[in-house]
């Protein structure tokens, strides 16, 4: 069964940074578009960054310029690097794995919360 685990959430202070991992298991990572989506309360889930695994990029506009998405497929994990995190930015972080011609998996998501 495929497994998507998360961390590196946390309480982060208006401007600070986080870095968020997803580690892969039981899947072929380097085949699999990944990705990371976000779901605010009381908001619908929404798509944060892509990245192919040709290593395109892919990112939500208010995203552009302070979050970065890598893959390292040696170690099958995925990275969120945010930076100058806002108060908008509090949600519950999900990464996504896609493989070609089939359905995505989640993880179990990690919460960050921007707040001072």
């Known amino acids: 069964q495929v497994q998507l685990v998360e961390s590196g959430g946390g309480l982060v202070q208006p401007g600070g940074s986080l870095r968020l991992s997803c580690v892969a298991s039981r899947i072929t990572f380097s085949i699999y578009t990944m990705g990371w989506y976000r779901q605010a309360p009381g908001k619908q889930r929404e798509m944060v960054a892509t990245i192919t695994r040709g290593g395109t990029t892919n990112y939500a506009e208010s995203m552009k310029g302070r979050f970065t998405i890598s893959r390292d497929n040696a170690k099958n994990t995925v990275y969120l690097q945010m930076n100058s995190l806002k108060p908008e930015d509090t949600a519950v972080y999900y990464c996504?794995?896609?493989?070609?011609?089939?359905?995505?998996?989640w993880g179990q998501g990690t919460q960050v919360t921007v707040s001072s």
């Open positions: 996504n794995a896609k493989p070609p011609f089939d359905s995505s998996y």
